[in-house]
């Protein structure tokens, strides 16, 4: 039985607010709350598993009729490995300081359920052009999450934005770096495990105040759609 068509508006929703994998779903939070100290890191680990969610969703939905049901989810895994080591081989060449900061978390994209999650419940589904688009829009929505959860410990823990911008984007962009505070001496919890889940927590927090004012601002927009306009009796 074919799925039922959805539109590309839907899925774009879906990836960055509505179902997004780190705020909603709460997949992948191992490398989210591991390498997340500062904006760069997340950045480089999200730009990986956006890639790894593009490439995989697009495969599968390109050879969901070849598959067998038996075997699908072997072959899913096999996709994806290929993918993730891929990656890794090209950041162990271009990006090898960033490679070394992120370590082993980039080798465990592989393991994340989210990929292995939309691979088989939608991209097997769905043809190309969507699968593709799932897969970007729900790489994006965990980049962003990586960032802002970067960005906040970064700020909080070391008074700076975009430190270590050369990582990524060589030397040039060393000027990149932002000191928020001079003579900043630091906040140690932003920078250790218990800073990234509370942080986490905040920002599923405000996610979920934004939702439920949204919703409430809807619903009285649609009372007031619907209410009944008074007609006045016709003079005589």
Known sequence: MAPPPVSYSQISRAGLWNNNVALVQLLGLCPLLAVTGTVINGLGLGL???LTLVASNSLVALIRHWVPK???LPVFVLIIASIVTTIELLMNAYFYDLYKVLGIFIPLIVTNCA?????EAFASRQKVGRAFTDGLMM???FTLVLMLLGGLREALGQGTLLDQAHLMFGE???DLKLTLVED?????????PPGAFIGLGLLIALK???DRRLAQR??????????PIDVLPERI
């Open 48 to 50: 990986a598993t956006l």
């Open 70 to 72: 038996e075997v699908r």
């Open 115 to 119: 990929i292995i999650g939309r691979a």
């Open 139 to 141: 790489g994006l929505g």
């Open 172 to 174: 040039a962009a060393r």
């Open 184 to 192: 900043y001496r630091g906040f140690l919890l932003a920078i250790l």
């Open 208 to 210: 979920n105040v934004i």
């Open 218 to 227: 809807t619903a009285v927009q649609k009372s007031h759609a619907t209410k």
